[in-house]
């Protein structure tokens, strides 16, 4: 028997895709009020390029980078600050910028690239703060040095909900290609494989059909299973080998197509990312969609926009439901939010103690002991996760808190034994 590629070991099937998988990619109508954030990367969050009072224009750098390791932004509208204030996002120091839209659309200008080096190219990149728009938000420009042999396109969006990668790829596929074929002749790469989840039958056919026009680029089924993007999981199913840390230790490179698209985007209009796509879904949504949001918006003129049943939705998750973290009301969207969704009061029954059935054990993809992270956790023995249990290879993928049938808060868990960990020996 033929067996597709995937990473052989743990992995769940969640589903949910349907909700959203046939909705066409819609603009969100402008807001009055923009609130954009420094920090939307991994890395150093961006200096304040603006003051209160200042007129802005639509993709005017508004936050710089000052280190390799972090990202520029970029004004999503034109109109006038009015509000510039400290916040914390995930623990961590950055700065919000207010911009109120004058709905003048005006937009800065920035020249063409004239020649394709990879130089220019990454530099371009840094400049238009690409970052990774699969969910990662790793600084794009930062990928794009050395030798580099085979690019990886992550069309798979394992998570459950998500449309966003789906659907720009039934919608954008030769903008995609295009990006890729630009990436691989301006670095001299050999080989381009698309990996795409195979519960995307449309998605596949209009990248099959694509490809036809480039020899050097395949599309690649593979098994609906998650946590088939991850990093890891999808260069062992596509090069049928391990890497320890990052794809250059193969000469290679992985990209999310939305990733390429803002790229296909920069080079050939100049733009930054000012705006992304966005599946707002969930059973506490009234009318799901997948939509071209402005990063900046605030959450509660999305969920006006698209109706939130308010008895329904329990909680609203930015992202998945397996990676992603509860979000409010006033929240904003970042260039990392790939789904805003109102889940419903089913989705979270109550929460029981650990019966040591293993499942959890048997899903973890990096095969690790996920039951002792909370064990531990509940001892405050955060050191012990990483020099017993090999915390730190943990991908953070969720898949084991999905499958507990008690609902142990294992990832709650995992995050407090890396941010303790650190700084204590138990
Ligand atoms: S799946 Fe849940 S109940 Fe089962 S061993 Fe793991 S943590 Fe315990
Ligand atoms: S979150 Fe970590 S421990 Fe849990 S299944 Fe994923 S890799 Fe394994």
Known sequence: MFLKPTFFRGGIHPREKEITSDKKIEQMPEVGTYRVTTLQHIGVPATVMVKVGDQVKKYQKIGRAEVKFSAFIHSPCSGKVTHIKKIHIKGREAEEITIENDFLGEEFKRKKLQSFTPKKLQELVDDLGIVGLGGATFPTHIKLEGKLKTIIINGVECEPYLNADNRIMIENTNEILEGIKILMTTFEMEEGIIGIEENKAEAIEKMEEGVKEYQEIRVQKLPTIYPQGGEKQLIKALLKKEIKSFPRELEAITLNVGTILAIYRGVTHGTPI????????????????????????????????????????????????????????????????????????????????????????????????????????????????????????????????????????????????LEKGRDSDD
């Open 274 to 417: 000012v705006e992304r796509i966005v599946t707002v879904s969930g059973e506490g949504i009234r009318d799901p969609k997948n939509l071209s949001i402005p990063i900046g918006t605030p959450i509660e003129n999305i969920l006006d926009y698209v109706g939130l049943k308010e008895d329904t939705a329990d909680k609203i998750i930015a992202c998945g439901p397996m990676m992603g973290h509860e979000i409010g009301e006033t929240d904003v969207t970042s260039k990392g939010m790939n789904g805003i969704l109102a889940l419903g009061k089913g989705k979270f029954p109550p929460k029981l103690p650990c019966i040591r059935c293993g499942r959890c054990v048997d899903v973890c993809p990096m095969g690790l002991l996920p039951l002792e992270y909370d064990r531990l956790a509940k001892k405050g023995k955060y050191h012990q996760m990483e020099k017993e249990f090999s915390l730190s290879s943990c991908i953070k993928c969720g898949s084991c808190e999905y499958i507990c049938p008690s609902q142990v808060p294992l990832m709650e868990a995992i995050f407090l034994g």
